[in-house]
C-alpha cells in the first residue's frame, strides 16, 4: 500500500517521463485498476446488487436529501461513474498509473482490496497532484473562490462565537455547505461535484472547459441556473439568444484567480465585466446610458430574479439544518452601492440567512449584526429590454423597487445603513415618457380569479371548484367543497406511442359527466393546482368539450394559504351523474399540422419550455432520447410570466412580455405552443385564452411526438 508521502514522490519521479506521446498499453500491460474500470459489462454487474437492493439507491446523492437543495441528479447509472474511456489510457494523464494519483491496490481484482486506502479526488490535495505539472495555475487557483471556503469562514466567524462555529464545523459544514463552497481541479475538469453524486462525467477525460450542465450547474443551481436556463423566468439573453455559457465569460483567468485577501467575489481584479465586452456604452447611441451612468447596468437589465436562498432552507434526513430562510422569491431591489467607486445606484439581494439559522445546531448567533444583511446582486437574468426599460417612471417614482429604511426591520437599519435609501431619496417620477407598444388584448374578468374572491363565492349554486392535483394530495388538504379529478385522466399514458396525447372530446364528456361532480354546461368550473399538477391541462380539457364557463384560481392552492384561509381534509364529495354534452373545438395539433403551419407562413411555434431544454442541453430523458427544439420554434419560457409564488404579473405587464417576444394577435397567423409533454403548452393556452388570444393551438405530443417522429 502506498503512503500518500510515497505516491507523491514516485509521482515526481513518473511525471518527467509520463507526457510524452505513448501508445496505448495493450491489455496485458494495463494495472487490474484499468482492466476493471473500463470494462463496462463487470462494473454493471459489480453494481446491481448495489442498486437493486441497496437501503439507499446509490444513484441519489446523500446530500440532496434536504428539502433545499435543488440539484438534481445527472442521468447517468451507477456503472457510468466509474467507467473509464479506453481513449483515456492513451490521453496525456492516462499515462499515469492509476495509483499514484488514487492509491488503492493495483494488483489485486477484489474490489474491497482494491479501494482500501483510495483517494476518490486526488486533486482536492492539488499541490502534490494536479500541482506537479500545473504549478502555475494550482498556486493560484488554490486560493480561488472555487477552491478556498475562507470568505465562507470569514462571514460565520464575524457572525458567530468561536465555539458556534467550531460546532457547525463538524456538522453542517462538513455535511452540507462544503460539498459546494470547496472544490477541487477534479470537480470542474474530470467529474461531476460531490453535491450531485458524484462520478466521472466523460469516462475520466480531462476537459479544459468545464461543463456546462453537469460540472457548474449543479453547484449554481439555485438560483443562478435556474434563472440562466429560463428554469424560473425568460433565460438570460446571452444564453438564450447566443448560446453563451459559464466559461465564455468566466474563463480560467477568472476561475484560477487567487482571491487570497479579497473582500468577497467583487474585489479581484480578474473578475469579469459587463464593460469588458460593452465597452464606451455611456458614450454611443442610447441616450439612457449617457444620462445613467450613476447606475449599475443590472438596474436596468435585469429581469426579475430569484434570491439565494434554496440552499439555505430546511433540513437534511440527518437533522443537520442549514437555515429557516424563507422559499425564493423574485424581485428586483434598487440600494445603493456599497463599495467606494463604481455607480450610485445597483442591485441589492438578501443575504441567505437570518438571526435563526443553524438554531438546530448552535442556536441564535452570538454576533449576527456583525455583518450586513443586503449586499450588492449581479443576477444572470440579463435582457436587452425589462420592465423597467419600458417606461421610466417604472423606476422612478416606484418607491417599492427601492430598498429604503422604511422596508426592513428596525433592527437591520445600523447594519444595512450603507446601502439603504431614505424615502424622501427615492428618484422622482419623470415627465419624460418612455412609449411601448402592446399587441392589443382583451382580459376576461370572470377568467382569472384570486383567493378572496373564491371564498366570498365557493358556496354559489353556479359555482364547481376543481381540484386536479393527484388523489392523495387532494385528501391530505384542499380547498373546502372542492370536487376532485387528476389531471391524469385528461390525456394517454407514459406507455402510449407517442406518450401524453389528449383524450378524444367524446372521452372526456364521459370522464366529466361520470365522475359525480354534477359539471352542466350552465356551471362556471373554477380549477387550481399546486403549481405542478395540470390545471393547463383541465382548461385545456375543458375548452377542447367547448365547456364556455372556466375560471382558475391566480397563484394555486398556495394562494389561498397565503391568504389566510384553511383547507379541509379527506375524501371528496360526490352528486348525480351528469352527461355532458360535446360541442367539440379544434384546438389541437400534431407534428404534420406544424409542419404545413410553417411551411406556408400561417403558424407560428412558441416553445414554452425553459431554455436550456430548447437549446439541446438538457432533455427529459423520460420522454425522449435527445434534447433539442423544433426548428425556427420561438423560446418563451412559461415561467416568464409568473411571479415566483404562481401568480401571474400584472394584465400590463403580461402584454408588455408577450409584445416584446413577437407574440401577437392575427388573425390570419396560429400561435401553436408546444413544450415537451403538452403540459406547459395547455398552461400556456389558458394565460393567452385569459387575455383574450384567438387562434391559438397546442401541440397535442409536443416534442415527445416530434422526436419520437425525427429521430
Known amino acids: 500500500m502506498f503512503s500518500t508521502k510515497t505516491a507523491t514522490l514516485f509521482l515526481l519521479s513518473f511525471l518527467g517521463l509520463a507526457f510524452f506521446s505513448v501508445p496505448a498499453a495493450s491489455s496485458s500491460e494495463l494495472s487490474q485498476c484499468a482492466l476493471c474500470h473500463i470494462d463496462s459489462g463487470l462494473i454493471d454487474e459489480l453494481t446491481e446488487e448495489a442498486i437493486m437492493y441497496g437501503d439507499d439507491k446509490p444513484e441519489v446523492s446523500s446530500l440532496q436529501k434536504g428539502k433545499g437543495y435543488m440539484v438534481q441528479q445527472a442521468p447517468f447509472d451507477l456503472y457510468e461513474k466509474v467507467l473509464v474511456s479506453e481513449s483515456f489510457l492513451s490521453s496525456t494523464h492516462g499515462q499515469i498509473p492509476c495509483q499514484l494519483c488514487h492509491l488503492g491496490d493495483p494488483d489485486t481484482s477484489n474490489p474491497e482490496k482494491a479501494h482500501q486506502g483510495m483517494i476518490k479526488d486526488p486533486s482536492l490535495d492539488s499541490d502534490n497532484t494536479c500541482g506537479q505539472c ?12 472555487h477552491m478556498d471556503p475562507a470568505p465562507l469562514y470569514r462571514a460565520l466567524n464575524k457572525r458567530c462565537s468561536t465555539s458556534q462555529v467550531e460546532t457547525l464545523e463538524q456538522g453542517t459544514l462538513q455535511g452540507q455547505c462544503l ?22 462525467r466523460d469516462g475520466h477525460i480531462f476537459s479544459k472547459k468545464p461543463d456546462f450542465v453537469f460540472q457548474c450547474l449543479p453547484c449554481h443551481t439555485s438560483p443562478t441556473g435556474t434563472d440562466f436556463t429560463g428554469k424560473k423566468g425568460k433565460g438570460d439573453v446571452h444564453y438564450r439568444s447566443h ?29 469579469i465585466q459587463c464593460t469588458d465586452c460593452h465597452e464606451n456604452i455611456s458614450e454611443g447611441p442610447i441616450p439612457e446610458h449617457v444620462t445613467h451612468t450613476n447606475v449599475s447596468c443590472y438596474v436596468c437589465h435585469a429581469a426579475p430574479y430569484q434570491n439565494c436562498n434554496s440552499c439555505h432552507t430546511g433540513t437534511d434526513n440527518d437533522g443537520i439544518s442549514y437555515s429557516q430562510s424563507p422559499p425564493p422569491e423574485k424581485n428586483i431591489r434598487i440600494g445603493l452601492n456599497p463599495d467606494k467607486t463604481g455607480p450610485r445606484y445597483v442591485l441589492i439581494r438578501e443575504v441567505g440567512i437570518d438571526r435563526n439559522t443553524f438554531t438546530a445546531d448552535i442556536g441564535r448567533m ?16 440579463i435582457q436587452r429590454r425589462t420592465w423597467q426599460t419600458a417606461d421610466c417612471n417604472h423606476c422612478h417614482g416606484n418607491k417599492e423597487l427601492f430598498l429604503t429604511q422604511d422596508s426592513i426591520p428596525f433592527d437591520e437599519i445600523v447594519a444595512n445603513n450603507h446601502v439603504l435609501l431614505k424615502a424622501k431619496d427615492v428618484p422622482k417620477k419623470v415627465l ?6 402592446l399587441s392589443p388584448t382583451d382580459p376576461d374578468p370572470a377568467m382569472k380569479v384570486t383567493a378572496t374572491w373564491l371564498k366570498k363565492h365557493s358556496k354559489d349554486k353556479n ?23 387528476c389531471f391524469c385522466l385528461f390525456r394517454t399514458g407514459a406507455d402510449a406511442s407517442p406518450p401524453y396525447m389528449m383524450q378524444p372530446a367524446e372521452t372526456l364528456a364521459k370522464i366529466f359527466g361520470s365522475s359525480r361532480l354534477g359539471l352542466t354546461p350552465n356551471k362556471r368550473i373554477v380549477i387550481y393546482d399546486d403549481g405542478h399538477s395540470g390545471r393547463g391541462i383541465a382548461f385545456l380539457a375543458l375548452k377542447l368539450l367547448g365547456h364556455k364557463q372556466v375560471s382558475f384560481l391566480d397563484g394555486n392552492i398556495s394562494s389561498w394559504e397565503r391568504s389566510g384561509f384553511k383547507l379541509a381534509s379527506g375524501k371528496a ?35 414554452v419550455r425553459n431554455v436550456a431544454q430548447h437549446n439541446g442541453d438538457m432533455n427529459r430523458a423520460d420522454i425522449a432520447k435527445k434534447g433539442g427544439a423544433i426548428p425556427d420554434s420561438l423560446s418563451f419560457p412559461l415561467q416568464t410570466l409568473l411571479e415566483s409564488n404562481g401568480t401571474f404579473y400584472p394584465d400590463e405587464q403580461l402584454s408588455w412580455l408577450l409584445s416584446t ?30 387575455l383574450g388570444y384567438e387562434n391559438v393551438l397546442v401541440h397535442d405530443g409536443s416534442w415527445a411526438e416530434w422526436s419520437a417522429e425525427f429521430e
Request: aromatic share 6%; hydrophobic share 35%.
Open 432 to 437: 419624460a415618457k418612455r412609449t411601448f407598444i
Open 573 to 607: 364529495p360526490k352528486t348525480k351523474v351528469t352527461k355532458h354534452p360535446v360541442r367539440a373545438k379544434k384546438l389541437l395539433v400534431d407534428n404534420l399540422g406544424i409542419i404545413e403551419g410553417m411551411g406556408t407562413g400561417k403558424a407560428m411555434v412558441v416553445d
Open 661 to 690: 417576444a413577437g407574440i401577437t394577435q392575427s388573425k390570419d397567423k396560429k400561435i401553436i405552443v408546444t413544450c415537451n409533454t403538452n403540459m406547459l403548452a395547455a398552461e400556456f393556452y389558458m394565460i393567452l385564452t385569459y
Open 179 to 200: 460539498s459546494c463552497h470547496q472544490g477541487s481541479c477534479g470537480s470542474c475538469h474530470v467529474s461531476r461535484p460531490k453535491v450531485s453524486g458524484g462520478g466521472l
Open 243 to 271: 448560446q453563451m455559457t459559464c466559461s465564455d465569460c468566466h474563463t480560467g483567468k477568472e476561475l484560477h484567480a487567487s482571491a487570497d485577501g479579497a473582500r468577497d467575489r467583487y474585489h479581484f481584479e480578474q473578475r
Open 134 to 145: 500545473h504549478q502555475d495555475i494550482v498556486s493560484m487557483a488554490a486560493k480561488s473562490l
Open 463 to 485: 359555482i364547481l371548484i376543481l381540484d386536479t392535483r393527484t388523489k392523495a394530495q387532494y385528501e391530505k388538504g384542499h380547498i373546502p367543497g372542492a370536487y376532485h379529478l
Open 366 to 381: 452570538n454576533k449576527f449584526s456583525a455583518l450586513p444583511t443586503y449586499k450588492k446582486a449581479t443576477p444572470h437574468t
